[in-house]
């Protein structure tokens, strides 16, 4: 119970520090405060390739977001940012990659899976629905309206 | 013909998934692809590590087939390059430039007066301003730079001789080839 409460205490303390980090940037409009935060979520931090900008303490992380506060301040706009970032990083910086040529098979491999999953799908069913509906012989129908029959029978004693 | 086609699907898609997984799984994630190679070297005007008045500018490398070397004293793996350096920029095959990155100026003089000095120019970028330009993410990466300024190559992580043989050698003879 002690150390789930020293961890718990732990933790409070962790997500107060990212707070902390995050805090210093401020903006007079919140629009530009808006973008600003979006702009470090979307990015990824090239150090710790798990984690965004904004939830980074590595060195470099730190360094960006500076370097993206500066140029918001500066009045560039939050397209520019990301172009800037791209130029020097890649598009590996970002957490949703452009849809482009190189990257189709991420972007639309899912969907076409899918519809292939859809029409085998599709398939079977017709064919299940198929197998039941063909047509009896003449012998099996004649062995279907005797068993019929011969349950009716049957009922008909019972009551 | 159809039952052995179908029999076969689940091991073709599992083939496919296969192939995907050995190559996926393989890769090194810190081997991010450049987009600067093919560019120019980011414009900069930054102090020496020998001399905060000695300015060293970007115009001032062009001329000469070189690699530009990320290092600090900070970084492990800049040490376990360092002797590859040393002996690179003693052979003569290559020049090697430095750009020593968020470091400390007395730090980093006082480890290339220990364990030798590769560098012809060794460019001092304490805020890191230029390492961002030039889309640094970690110490040491070397860039193959040609007398135009041109990137050519970049390679992440500490360089062996076998990197600096197998792929940059072959790629400074065509630069100097063409070049001459």
Same mark, same amino acid.
């Given at each position: ?21 995050? @805090? ?39 360094? $960006? ?21 791209? @130029?020097?990083?890649?598009?590996? +910086? ?24 859809? !029409? ?18 003449? @012998? /099996? ?19 | 013909?159809?039952?052995? =086609? ?6 073709? +898609? ?14 090194? &994630? ?19 590590? /020998? ?6 500018? %970007? ?10 070397? +990320? ?11 360092? *002797? ?21 100026? !007395? ?7 220990? =364990?030798?000095? &590769? ?26 730079? %040609?007398? *135009? ?6 390679? @992440? ?11 940059? $050698? ?11």
């Amino acid at each position: 119970m002690r150390l789930f409460l020293l961890s718990f205490i732990y933790l409070l303390g962790l997500t107060a520090l990212h707070a902390a980090t995050l @805090a210093e940037y401020t903006f007079e409009d919140p629009a530009q405060d808006e973008d600003f935060r979006e702009i470090i979520e979307e990015m990824r931090c090239l150090v710790c390739q798990n984690e965004s900008l904004a939830g980074s303490n590595a060195e470099l992380a730190i360094d $960006l977001r500076n370097e993206i506060y500066d140029m918001m301040k500066g009045g560039q706009s939050k397209g520019e940012i990301i172009d800037f970032m791209v @130029a020097r990083y890649g598009d590996f +910086v970002l957490y949703s990659p452009p849809v482009k040529p190189s990257t189709y098979p991420i972007w639309f491999g899912p969907l076409i899976v899918f519809l292939i999953g859809g !029409v085998v799908l599709f398939r079977i069913i017709k064919r299940k629905n198929q197998s039941r509906e063909t047509e009896l012989s003449e @012998a /099996e129908q004649e062995r279907l309206e005797k068993l019929l029959n011969q349950s009716n029978e049957q009922r008909d004693t019972n009551q | 013909m159809n039952r052995y =086609l179908r029999y076969s699907v689940p091991l073709i +898609v599992f083939g496919i998934i296969a192939a995907f997984l050995y190559k996926g799984l393989g890769m090194n &994630p810190r081997e991010i692809p450049s987009p600067l190679i093919g560019k120019s070297i980011p414009e900069f005007s930054l102090p020496s590590v /020998e001399s905060a008045q000695t300015m060293i500018n %970007d115009q001032n490398l062009k001329g000469k087939i070189y690699l530009l070397n +990320v290092w600090a004293t900070w970084c492990v793996s800049c040490r376990a390059e360092h *002797d590859t350096l040393v002996h690179l920029a003693r052979s003569g095959k290559v020049e090697i430039v430095g750009l020593n990155w968020k470091d400390e100026r !007395v730090k980093a003089q006082a480890w290339l007066q220990q =364990l030798g000095d &590769p560098y012809t120019v060794n460019i001092f970028d304490q805020k890191g301003r230029t390492a961002i330009d030039l889309g640094v993410y970690g110490a040491p990466e070397t860039f193959l730079v %040609d007398g *135009d300024g041109i990137i050519h190559y970049k390679h @992440a992580g500490p360089l062996t001789l076998g990197v600096f043989n197998e792929t940059l $050698l072959p790629m400074i003879n065509d630069l100097k080839a063409k070049g001459s």
